[in-house]
């Protein structure tokens, strides 16, 4: 069975200070992934995804980056945070692309200051 | 860009009743995915569509393409299933894009 891991599980950080989340797929090979941010209160918004090693692609520009370093390894970063960083951070994976389901890991809560 | 309208915003519900919570689109989706996210944030798969009904218990899902909406039924309405449900279409681009709506917070109260 697949599953899908978020680290940290929560991280309060200071404004200006670096940030870097990581999701782990285990039990599927070259997944599609995905990250999501949810402002507190709000809906979901789509990030980035990566459909193989090494090619990542933005949907928002927010001041984040995102990497593939691995096949089942998803990374999601900055160097800067912004106080409008904060909120809920989620990764996904599906077998393909598109028309597919698309499985949703734990979630990292990010609190700027 | 694509749009998701998702109606209501709140719900509440007595044990053992139902409702429906619904999405409109303002462009043709290929498919709907629904979803409840629970107290600790995690999403939880309720449904997938590319076209048609499914059933789940007391949960069924319905996606109409041509006239760009999809609903939620939900019957005998239990404690655990206060939480946001939100619906997520994926559009024209297969790019494995999901817009959300806004998410319908549902109370059931005993």
């Known amino acids: 069975a697949q599953t899908i891991h978020q680290w940290p599980v929560a991280e309060i950080k200071a404004v200006g200070s670096p940030l870097s989340l990581g999701c782990t797929i285990k039990g599927k090979s070259s997944p599609n992934l995905y990250w999501y941010w949810q402002a507190t209160g709000g809906t979901l918004q789509q990030l980035f995804y990566?459909?193989?090693?090494?090619?990542v692609e933005s949907v928002v520009q927010l001041n984040l980056s995102a990497s593939r370093p691995k096949d089942d390894q998803f990374i999601l970063s900055t160097e800067k945070l912004l106080l409008s960083h904060s909120g809920f951070y989620l990764c996904?994976?599906?077998?393909?692309?598109?028309?597919?389901?698309?499985?949703f890991g734990p979630g990292t809560r990010l609190l700027v200051l | 860009g694509d749009q998701v309208e998702q109606s209501p915003s709140a719900l509440s519900l007595h044990e053992g009743t139902g409702s429906a919570l619904r999405c409109n689109f303002t462009t043709t989706m290929r498919a709907v995915q629904w979803f409840q996210q629970n107290s600790r944030g995690s999403l939880i798969n309720l449904f997938y569509l590319a076209s048609g009904t499914k059933e789940n218990g007391r949960l069924k899902s319905t996606f109409n393409s041509k006239e760009s909406y999809s609903t939620l039924h939900i019957r005998d309405a239990q404690l655990e299933d206060s939480g946001t449900y939100f619906c997520a279409a994926e559009g024209g681009t297969n790019t494995g894009k999901l817009t959300f709506g806004d998410g319908t917070v549902l109370t059931v109260k005993p």
């Open positions: 996904a994976w599906s077998l393909s692309r598109g028309q597919d389901t698309q499985y």
């Open positions: 990566s459909i193989t090693v090494g090619q």
